[in-house]
């Protein structure tokens, strides 16, 4: 690793000659078995580091394995998730569970963890509607809708949607809006999973109102979706729904038409068919932040008969699917028996409802709307307590990311704190765990996603993962440090 400092020359009295090769590290009987646990890429980050340790003199050369050993057994013992500083500038990172809950979401998540009026109206004793305070936050929030549902993921939002609509039918769907969302899941799968069939019209870059219409058109004249030799005594084409996806993760740009909810919309009641919206992000209405983000106020005001979307995305709430429209479309969905299999639990609902009525916008919308002068600021004062400690940073200007299947190719203006590509290793097996952007051959800390009160944890972060961790905790202070090297 780049943190390395070079190797001097073997000399026969230097201890440093004792210290095991890595390789003989992760085959030592003491190690072997967490080395299989983890896997050998986590267990030779461990390693490295520790044997960097060594190399340094911080460490001597006889204790290396059993400080492995330790460490392995502690990354063994820990619980399966652990807290990590997110310094990448991703706001909605997929890998690192998407949105952070807000204070008052965590707060009804720890109030949810015992016994909870999750089906139980206090006021009558009587049993209540699941989750049904909110539901009533869902539609304060979005007006538009006459009704509400809460699943499990935006997956299970449009399959129960596609599932209860249309099983055994047709969907119509663009060709430009078959995406795949993430990690080989295909919504054209997803969807067909539901036993709905989708009929594409148009092209990958442009769909006119004319395709969907001849779609529409065929059916009524009975022509089969695949025309082949049987075309005449073939089934009758039954279309039960108009799909329209908003492809969150990817922009198709040129040369290109889609056609509007409005416009769908228009084309679905004419045939009097539902129009389901997958918008995706979760916003429930209009960021002028974020002009090509839809959201669920103007799909449903531009008539969609229902919304579908996902509740960790740029809604800022815990993982959940959301479906918000008309009444007897949502009965339809909350009836159908695979509803039950895709229902939330209460911390979902607890989490959920508390994001939808805390009155502070939520930490993925404080993220996205930094003030570049104020994360210039907290970088500057990153760099200004490491180069107490002798550790050289430099302050860059940096884009973060929204991330998440939101707001593809918009940058959020910022800066970040360059250092070494080496630091990246170490940041991410310290304690706690700090996930950098490399790139460029430079390990990059951008404070946009970083809790501004987590600053200082930031700080002792890095120095302990430069081998420089400061004495009594204090990064506000210089002293105690170990000398540079
Ligand atoms: C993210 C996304 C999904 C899937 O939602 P999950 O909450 O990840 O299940 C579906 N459709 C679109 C358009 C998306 O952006």
């Known amino acids: 690793m780049a943190v390395d400092p070079p190797r001097p020359a073997p000399d026969a009295s230097d201890p440093r000659r004792g210290i095991p090769p890595v390789d003989v590290v992760l085959r030592d009987p003491a190690v072997v ?17 520790v044997l960097s340790r060594a190399r340094d003199g911080a460490l001597p050369p006889a204790e290396v394995v059993d400080e492995v050993a330790t460490r392995l057994g502690e990354l063994v013992a820990a619980p399966g998730t652990r807290p990590v500083l997110n310094a990448t500038g991703v706001v909605v990172h997929t890998n690192l569970g998407r949105a952070p809950l807000g204070e008052a979401a965590t707060a009804a998540l720890v109030a949810a963890a015992g016994y909870a009026d999750i089906e139980l109206d206090l006021a009558t004793g009587r049993r209540g ?26 997956a299970a939002a449009l399959l129960l949607a596609m599932t209860a609509l249309a099983a055994g039918r047709e969907v119509v769907v663009s ?17 067909e999973s539901s036993g709905a069939r989708l009929r594409e019209v148009g092209t990958t870059n442009r769909t006119h109102r004319g395709d969907y219409e001849r779609a529409l058109a065929d059916r009524a004249a009975g022509v089969p979706a695949e025309p082949g030799p049987d075309r005449a005594a073939g089934p009758r084409p039954d279309v039960a729904a108009l799909l329209k996806v908003h492809p969150g993760n990817y922009r198709v740009t040129g040369f290109t038409s889609a056609v509007p909810v409005a416009e769908l919309a228009r084309v679905a009641r ?18 002028p932040a974020l002009p090509d983000e839809p959201d669920a106020r103007t799909a449903l005001r531009d008539g969609a008969g229902l919304v579908v ?10 993982q959940a699917g959301l479906v918000l429209g008309d009444a007897d479309l949502v009965a339809r969905l909350r009836r159908h028996p695979v509803a039950r299999a895709l229902r939330v639990d209460k911390l979902t609902l607890a989490a959920l409802g508390a994001t939808l009525r805390d009155p502070h916008p939520a930490p993925v919308t404080v993220a996205r709307r930094a003030e570049p002068d104020h994360l210039r600021t907290r970088a500057e004062s990153l760099r200004e307590v490491l180069a107490r400690q002798g550790l050289a940073a430099e302050v860059v200007p940096h884009d973060g990311r929204v991330g998440g299947g939101g707001a593809p190719g918009v940058p959020l203006a910022g800066w970040a704190l360059a250092l070494s590509e080496g630091l990246a290793g170490p940041l991410r097996l310290g304690d706690p765990a700090v996930l950098a952007r490399v790139h460029d051959g430079r390990c990059l800390l951008d404070p946009r996603c970083v809790p501004p009160a987590q600053d200082a944890v930031l700080a002792r972060a890095v120095l302990a993962a430069a081998g420089r961790p400061p004495a009594g905790g204090d990064t506000g202070t210089p002293t105690g440090g170990r000398p540079a090297r």
């Open 129 to 154: 509607r699941r989750g049904g305070s909110v539901v009533d936050a869902l539609l304060r929030a979005v007006p538009e809708a006459q009704d509400a549902l809460v699943v499990n993921n935006g």
């Open 175 to 191: 060709r430009g809006e078959l995406v795949e969302i993430g990690d080989g899941f295909r919504l054209t799968d997803l969807v």
């Open 270 to 287: 004419a045939a009097d068919l539902p129009l389901v919206v997958d918008t995706g992000s979760g916003l429930l209405e209009p960021d």
């Open 33 to 49: 078995d967490h080395v299989a646990l983890l896997g050998r890429q986590r267990a030779l980050g461990v390693a490295q580091e």
């Open 309 to 318: 979307a996902s509740a960790d995305k740029l809604l800022g709430g815990p």
